[in-house]
Structures are given as C-alpha cells and as structure tokens.
C-alpha cells in the first residue's frame, strides 16, 4: 500500500486534469503525463448506475497506485445527492490529497464536507487536517458567495469555476472570447486573493481547439488565475509554458530583489530601477516569481 505525505496547501497548480474515476486503464498512469495536479471524477463523468463500482476503482488506485509529485484530488458527487458521504468516506480511506466539493454553493455546503472529511479522518485513523478542499462555483449564487466559500475552512487550497453548469443557469451559450463568463471569471478571482487562496479556470471544452484553447490560458495567465482545468494531456505543455515566468520577468525579478535589499540596508524605502519607481510591494512581487520560476523548474539562479 501506497504511504502518501501530507500534501501542501499552496503548492504548484497549473493544471487540473479531469479523469473518470472508473476506469482504471486511464488513471494508472496518470502520472506520466505530468499534469500538476489530477482530479479522479466520481461526479459527471460516471453514470448513476456506476457510483459504487467507480469508488470502487478509485480507492485501489489511491491505495496502490503512486503519483509520484502529481496532487491526486477527488470530485465528489453533489451535496444534493446519496452519494456524496461515501465519496468522502472512500477519498479519506485511500488517501487522497483533497476533494474538490461540486456545485459549492455557500460556506455552509464547505462546512458539511469538512465535518465528514474529519469523521472520516478519525474512522480510518489518518491525520487530522490532511485532507484537504476545494470548491467548484458553478451557479450565480456559487460565484455571489465566493469570498464566504474561500474562507469557510482552513482546509480550503482554492476555488475553480464550472462553466458548462454556470453557463446554463445563465442562460448563454459558449463564446469562443470567453465574453458569457468573464464577469464570474473577475468576481471569483477576486474573492479567491482577498481570502488568500488559489483560484482556477474551467476547462476549454473544445479539445481540437487549440488555437482556442491557447487564446484562453493565455487570457487566464493576464487575469491572474493560478492555473486551469483541463481534459486532454495534450493541453499540459502549453499551460505550464503560459504559467512559467518568462527569463525577462526573471532577470527583472532578480535586479528587483538585490536591489530592495541594497537599498534597506542604506535606510531607503523608494527608489528606481530600470528608470521605474518601486518601493516594498515591488519587492513582495518580484520574491513570488522567483519562487513561482523555481516550482516551474525555469530558475537557475542563486537566490
């Protein structure tokens, strides 16, 4: 049997990949890929008729299986249904990293997971507090109540947008511009920094788009999310490459922070480089890309 460590709440997260947890010719190597994160889908990919036979599989595969650095979390079933309280039995019993929580839609929802996340916990004698969370916001009210849901429980990573659900309480069709989703887009990412968590994406659904697809992460990377679902290997590379700071945002980063500490130690708080004021927030920003380029594995620098 797999021994997993405790995983860690803010780690590196550029891709979300989506796997039907029933089949265990797709998640036994899972891992090869090289997807930041995997999510083994107990929700909408599996029938009604398959929930027990698809816990079945995913609990051998959390046991037996070893995904190496890729972060394995788990889509329950919705809290509107029979199935959701033996997922979370299932995730805890076998390991998972987390579960991500399907139409969350208040911080009560988050509450009751979290309750069964730790009864489950003490049942199967693993460490309190491992297990970690994550919401899905797939309706208006979801989207309205982000900022309560982000801060709900100290187990909370992130929240992620659904839009295939969000966009049919809408009422709208997809827009290849993104221009039906945008303002949730905004409103969530907002909620999600001012609670100080990670904040994703949904998935691009048309996986033969690719010049779609790529237009979208990189509208994602300018809007500041963390990273994105997604449903395809193929899609990985293009979205770790988007996410990774570039070599001329590292050098800069690096004049920044050798610059910040010079300048402290001779008592000065303002000052230029690059012809460009800056002053202690400048400072913060540049330290997060160098810690951002070195989780991406692009940073050869010494600092």
């Known amino acids: 049997m797999i021994e997993r460590k405790r995983p860690a709440k803010n780690r590196l997260r550029r891709t979300m990949m989506f796997m039907n947890a029933q089949k265990p010719g797709l998640i036994k190597d899972a891992y090869i890929y090289g997807s930041d994160s995997i999510i083994l889908d107990l929700e909408d990919a599996v029938a009604e008729n398959q929930k027990d036979a698809a816990r079945f599989s995913l609990y051998h595969a959390l046991r037996n299986i070893d995904y190496g650095d890729t972060e394995v979390l788990v889509r329950i079933n919705g809290l509107d249904t029979p199935h959701w309280q033996e997922d979370v039995r299932v995730c805890v019993a076998g390991g998972a990293d987390g579960i991500r929580i399907a139409k969350c839609e208040s911080a009560d929802n988050v509450h009751q997971v979290e309750e069964a996340v730790l009864k489950a916990e003490r049942e199967f004698g693993v460490e ?9 916001l797939e309706s208006p009210l979801g989207i309205m109540n982000a900022y309560e849901i982000c801060r709900a429980s100290d187990r909370m990573l992130g929240c ?5 659900d969000f966009r049919k309480s809408m009422h709208v069709q997809i827009q290849r511009d993104g221009i039906e989703m945008n303002t949730a887009r905004s409103m969530m990412l907002l909620a999600a920094r001012a609670a100080g968590v990670q904040c994703f994406d949904t998935m691009y659904p048309n996986i033969d788009d690719m010049e779609g697809f790529k237009a979208e992460v990189i509208m994602d990377h300018k809007m500041g999310f963390d990273g994105k679902s997604i449903v395809n290997p193929k899609q990985i590379a293009f979205v770790h490459e988007t996410f990774a700071p570039t070599e001329k945002e590292i050098a800069y980063a690096e004049k920044l922070v050798r610059s910040c500490q010079a300048q402290a130690d001779a008592g000065i708080g303002v000052y230029t480089v690059d012809g460009k004021m800056v002053d202690i927030p400048f400072f ?3 330290k997060r890309i160098i810690a951002l380029a070195k989780a991406c594995g692009v940073y050869h620098g010494d600092l």
């Open 160 to 164: 992620a947008i659904s839009g295939g």
């Open 284 to 286: 913060e920003d540049a």
């Open 128 to 136: 309190e507090g491992r297990t970690l969370l994550m919401a899905a």
